[in-house]
């Protein structure tokens, strides 16, 4: 192994792909069991490598030195081998830093919570204390006191007040925080249904940081995206790609999941890897490649407004798969979303639906067509954004035509009632509104306009 990750669960990683942009060398992903740490790094049997979950703090003592900036947040995950002596650095302190002002949240003098007790606990508190935040408070699953817990600790030789709360406290206590990073692994790949806190009683939370990156967007982040905020910044950084959204709202949560951390400690990773400056415009880019790549593009929208039709080109024009909602559900039920309803009724039909969104959450890189319903069920929605921007692909009313094969809408004056019903929700659901033209290449290029994509 000359580069690489160590961790003890890997499979959410993008960590191998983003390496392999920033250059040319071989990074590997391995997964080391807790009791072979110690032999793996003292085997030094590496040039460079990265340290995640649940080792930046267990690795310290196996090092000959450690960076002073890594020593005062207590956490390393950059490790570089230089003729035999082992060096540790800590990188994750810078990309979490980027992310934090990437997301225009200004936390000086604003109290901050850091969800979590782990090595990237204390980095949050580094990131954020650099940044002027404070007070800044550790919310545990248990408050016991700082020195009976080692491990909550706040970095050495910082002067900004720290005490450590459980979470029912922290929403009784500290309603009035402005700023929560979430250092857990609640809501990570596989188990995306976690969330970590509850949200509601937070009236002054301007701005949300999990520094989870897949899903790109997990429920903390979709949470805080929908929430609007008593003392808010007034921004909107809730859209995946930054660029899009609910326009115009004013003080809404600014919430950013960790792929750019990812992708800027990576990069700084490799500076120390091969002693080195990297040019940041390649972090942009590999940032635009890396989420184009990960990110679904699901369609929302009308019965007969051009899901499918749009989905599949923009599916051949990008390289990605194609899925459709429905037709899932025809082969795996085996009958299609009519006949279900006929037969059945609407409610067996959403509950079937439901199961379908559910299981594509942790989907990545595909285009879906949904069901004209699809939204009309939150779960769905928040399933279907974990990994995708949602497009409504909207289409004038009289553009829309009934069919047989809709039984909700296989008339005027149903299609009509839909409609009505329908299109607040769908404007409510979406990152972004299209308006979908009869031209489906034209239609499919305001989207690719849309997401930066031509």
């Excluded at 340290?51 to 030195?65: C, E, F, G, M, N």
């Excluded at 947040?73 to 810078?94: C, H, M, P, Q, S």
């Excluded at 808010?232 to 003080?251: A, E, V």
């Excluded at 929302?300 to 559900?329: A, E, N, Y």
Aim: hydrophobic share 35%; proline share 4%; aromatic share 6%.
């Amino acid at each position: 192994m000359e580069y690489g990750l160590i961790g003890e669960k890997l499979g959410h990683s993008y960590s191998k792909e983003i390496h392999a942009e920033i250059g040319d060398y071989n990074y590997e992903l391995k997964e080391i069991p807790r009791d072979e740490l110690e032999s793996f790094i003292k085997s030094r049997d590496f040039k460079g490598i990265n340290v995640t979950i649940p080792y930046k703090q267990a690795v310290i003592p196996l090092l000959d030195y450690v960076d002073p900036a890594a020593l005062k947040i207590g956490a390393v995950n950059t490790v570089v081998n230089r003729e035999g002596k082992l060096y540790g650095y800590n990188t994750d302190f810078i990309g979490l830093q980027k992310l934090i002002l990437s997301a225009k949240i200004n936390p000086k003098g604003k109290k901050t919570l850091i969800l979590g007790t782990g090595g990237t606990s204390k980095t949050a508190f580094a990131a954020a204390e650099s940044l002027g935040a404070s007070p800044i408070i550790f919310v545990s699953r248990s408050a016991e006191s700082a020195e009976n817990k080692p491990s909550l600790e706040k970095p050495a030789d910082s002067s900004t007040s720290a005490e450590i709360v459980n979470y029912e406290q922290a929403a009784e206590l500290h309603s009035d925080a402005a700023l929560i990073i979430n250092t857990t692994p609640c809501g990570m790949y596989p188990k995306t249904e976690g969330c970590p806190i509850n949200l509601e009683p937070f009236e002054k939370l301007e701005g949300v940081i999990d520094v989870i990156y897949n899903p790109l967007r997990t429920n903390l982040v979709l949470q805080a995206q929908k929430k609007v905020s008593a003392g808010g910044n007034g921004l909107n950084g809730g859209h995946l790609s930054g660029s899009h959204g609910n326009r115009g709202r004013r003080n809404a949560v600014s919430a950013k999941g960790g792929l750019y951390m990812l992708v800027q400690q990576a990069v700084s990773a490799s500076e120390f890897f091969f002693d080195k400056k990297i040019n940041p415009k390649i972090s942009e880019r590999i940032l635009k490649k890396i989420q184009g790549q990960k990110q679904n593009i699901v369609l929302i929208g009308m019965p007969g407004s051009g899901k499918t039709t749009v989905g599949k080109v923009l599916s051949r024009v990008l390289g990605k798969d194609f899925l459709d909602t429905d037709k899932i559900i025809e082969e795996k039920y085996g009958n299609a979303p009519s006949e279900i309803i006929r037969e059945k009724g609407e409610q067996a039909f959403r509950d079937i639906e439901s199961q379908v969104c559910l299981e594509l959450q942790n989907k990545t890189g595909a285009v879906i067509a949904t069901g004209g319903g699809a939204i009309l069920r939150e779960e769905n929605v928040s399933a279907l954004k974990k990994n995708g921007v949602l497009i409504f692909l909207d289409r004038k009313f009289e553009n829309i035509r009934p069919t047989r094969d809709r039984p909700l809408s296989d008339s005027k004056d149903k299609l009509a009632e839909v409609f009505k019903t329908r299109y607040p929700i769908y404007c409510g659901a979406a990152d972004i509104h299209i308006r979908s033209s009869e031209n489906v290449r034209r239609t499919v290029d305001g989207i690719l306009r849309a997401l930066d994509l031509q």
